[in-house]
Structures are given as structure tokens and as C-alpha cells.
């Protein structure tokens, strides 16, 4: 039963381009969270998703990213015109439950798509 | 809002060591409680959990405690091995918002 897959695990982008992450929640799972992890600080909440919807997004910044979770396929985080400032670790998690749900709240997390933008 | 505070690392200690890493939460209502490991290179796994007061937690050696009257969840373990070391991060989990996770705290045994 594979875990969740994030590809790539790791990016190189020159400042300007632009970084897509992928991320295949856990067989059964239909909640997304993705959060960012940059060098020795903790993680950071960016946005929640099911399917075809955008939950909360109260952690992205308003500009340059953006996140999807079609009805088909993996989520993709998408970073649009990269900075130096974006070099990351890039963790998704996966829910079978819905966030609010009477449910512990356990995540199940992927190895991290880790970014360097040069 | 919610919030968790956790020790800041990095934290040293020679094997056999007992290992306490302090968790305090600010939360409304009742939330859940966890202690996530990170080791290099990969993934947080879930460590430990509670999801009530005075609810005790453990894995692996590991133990917590839910203390709603401290607002803490101190991690635990009496005697640690050098595959201990990891990043180890507390967070909290409440209806009213997602998970949320402290800055981490860097474990290094030595042998």
C-alpha cells in the first residue's frame, strides 16, 4: 500500500522560472495539505484541498503560487517565477478525513520535494 | 489563534540519556495533541498522540502527556540511542483549524 508520493524529490530552478510540485495522496485519501519547511525552521501551513476545491489557502502567499487537486491526478503546487527566497523543502500530507471531522487529525506525509532555486 | 511553542534545539545528549523535550499549546477548545519525527532526509512520521486530558501517549520508548491544566505535552523517553536522533516537532490538531506544528527541536545522541 504506497504511502504518499511526491516527485520530483528535488529541483533546481533558475530565479524567473517556474517550479511544479506533484503529490499523490495515500489510496483512499482525499484530503491535501501542503506546507513549507525552509532550512533549520519548522513547518509552515500553506493550503488545504479536496477534490476540485481549495479549502483553505490561508497560508500561500497571494502572489506566484498556486494549488490544485483535480478530480484526476495528483495535486500540483505550482510556483510561478521563482526567487531565491523560495528554496524549500515542499512537504504534502494526506487526510482520509475532512479537517473539522470528528477525527484525531493524524497526517500522513510524503518525503518532501526539495526546491533550490539558483 | 492556536499556537505551539516547543524547546528550541539543538539538543546534545550522550546515549542512555533520559530525553525530555518541552510542548506548550495555546488552543480553543479541546484539541489533539502529537509529537511527529522527522529523520534526515525524509518525511515527519507520527510518533505519539492524545486526543484528551491525561491521555498518555507512547511509541517506541517514547511517552507524552495531555496536561490541560499546564497546556503541555512533554515529550519523553528514559534512556536514548543514537538512531534517536531526529527533528522532532509537536503540534496540535483542533476542529476549528488544521494541524498546527511547532518550530521543531534537533535531536543529536552521541555514542
Known amino acids: 500500500n504506497a504511502g504518499v508520493m511526491q516527485n520530483p524529490r528535488h529541483l533546481v530552478r533558475r530565479r524567473g522560472q517556474e517550479a511544479r510540485l506533484r503529490c499523490s495522496p495515500m489510496?483512499?485519501?482525499?484530503?491535501v495539505y501542503w506546507y513549507r519547511q525552509l532550512p533549520e525552521e519548522g513547518l509552515k501551513f500553506m493550503v488545504y484541498l479536496q477534490k476540485e476545491n481549495i479549502i483553505d489557502e490561508s497560508g500561500m502567499p497571494k502572489e506566484r503560487f498556486s494549488a490544485e487537486f483535480p478530480k484526476e491526478g495528483p495535486s500540483i503546487l505550482r510556483i510561478q517565477q521563482v526567487v531565491r527566497g523560495d528554496s524549500a523543502a515542499y512537504f504534502c500530507?494526506?487526510?482520509?478525513?475532512?479537517?473539522?471531522?470528528?477525527?484525531?487529525?493524524?497526517?500522513?506525509f510524503g518525503e518532501g520535494s526539495r526546491l533550490t532555486v539558483l | 489563534g492556536n499556537s505551539v511553542t516547543q524547546m528550541e534545539g539543538p539538543v546534545t545528549l550522550s546515549e542512555e540519556a533520559f530525553l525530555t523535550i518541552n510542548c506548550t499549546y495555546t488552543a480553543t477548545g479541546y484539541p489533539s495533541l502529537f509529537w511527529y519525527v522527522q529523520y534526515p532526509g525524509e518525511g515527519l512520521q507520527l510518533l505519539l498522540k492524545a486526543t484528551k486530558a491525561d491521555d498518555k501517549g507512547s511509541n517506541k520508548g517514547f511517552e507524552a502527556t495531555y496536561r490541560k491544566e499546564t497546556t503541555s505535552f512533554h515529550l519523553e523517553k528514559g534512556s536514548v540511542q543514537v538512531s534517536d536522533s531526529a527533528v522532532y516537532f509537536c503540534?496540535?490538531?483542533?476542529?476549528?483549524?488544521?494541524?498546527?506544528f511547532g518550530s521543531g527541536t534537533r535531536l543529536s545522541i552521541r555514542p
Open positions: 503540534a496540535l490538531y483542533s476542529s476549528a483549524s488544521k494541524i498546527i
Open positions: 500530507a494526506s487526510s482520509p478525513f475532512a479537517s473539522g471531522s470528528l477525527n484525531t487529525g493524524e497526517l500522513f
Open positions: 489510496k483512499g485519501h482525499s484530503h
